[in-house]
Every structure is written in structure tokens, then in C-alpha cells.
């Protein structure tokens, strides 16, 4: 009896906000019009709260918009996440890689 179920109260991006905060960073990059990739931090974490969205990288932070323009999505492999929001008026996409940790 699936038809009428409850929607859920959050979206995707929010669910993987949440699956991702805290989560070390290995490095973050950026990719320009020219289709050049540069890194822009490495060794960081993610952070957020209800207004603001932050990749904080050795101590700095490499990239902050509202929360409410932020869009997540896993890369297939789990082992990082695109990030696309608008920074001081300019729409803005970073690539964060994970540290990988084997149990």
C-alpha cells in the first residue's frame, strides 16, 4: 500500500547534507569556463548550520553560500560530492573528495 505514503519533510540535497557534514575532505576543486580543474583546499571538513553552507580547508574557508541556494550530489562512487551554490551573487561548483578510510 505504497500509493499514499508521507512525503518526506526533507529533500535530497538535505539528506545528503546531512549524510556529509563532518566528513574529512581530502581536497576540494574547481573547474573554470576553460574546463581547467584547480584545487582550491585540501585537508578540510564540511560545515554548516541553518543559514550558512562552509568547506573550511586548512584552517581557511575556500567556499561559503546560503544555505538555501546550496545543491548536493554524491558522486556514484561515495567517495565525494558536487556542490553547487551561489556565492556572493555568482553561481559557483566545487568538487570535494573524501579522505577514505578502510575499516
Given at each position: 500500500?505504497?500509493?499514499f505514503k508521507?512525503?518526506?519533510?526533507?529533500?535530497?540535497?538535505?539528506?545528503?547534507?546531512?549524510r556529509?557534514?563532518?566528513?574529512?575532505?581530502?581536497?576540494?576543486s574547481?573547474?573554470d569556463?576553460?574546463?581547467?580543474?584547480?584545487?582550491?583546499g585540501k585537508h578540510?571538513?564540511?560545515?554548516y548550520d541553518?543559514?550558512?553552507?562552509n568547506?573550511?580547508?586548512?584552517?581557511?574557508?575556500?567556499f561559503?553560500?546560503?544555505?538555501?541556494?546550496?545543491?548536493?550530489?554524491?558522486?556514484?562512487?561515495?567517495?565525494g560530492?558536487?556542490?553547487?551554490?551561489?556565492?556572493?551573487?555568482i553561481p559557483?561548483?566545487?568538487?570535494?573528495?573524501f579522505t577514505?578510510?578502510n575499516?
Amino acid at each position: 500500500m505504497g500509493l499514499f505514503k508521507r512525503k518526506s519533510k526533507y529533500t535530497a540535497s538535505e539528506k545528503v547534507l546531512a549524510r556529509i557534514k563532518g566528513k574529512p575532505i581530502r581536497y576540494v576543486s574547481e573547474r573554470d569556463e576553460n574546463s581547467i580543474e584547480t584545487i582550491i583546499g585540501k585537508h578540510g571538513l564540511i560545515d554548516y548550520d541553518k543559514e550558512v553552507f562552509n568547506i573550511r580547508c586548512d584552517g581557511e574557508i575556500v567556499f561559503t553560500c546560503p544555505v538555501n541556494t546550496v545543491e548536493v550530489y554524491e558522486l556514484i562512487s561515495l567517495g565525494g560530492a558536487r556542490i553547487s551554490g551561489v556565492c556572493d551573487g555568482i553561481p559557483r561548483t566545487v568538487t570535494v573528495f573524501f579522505t577514505l578510510f578502510n575499516k
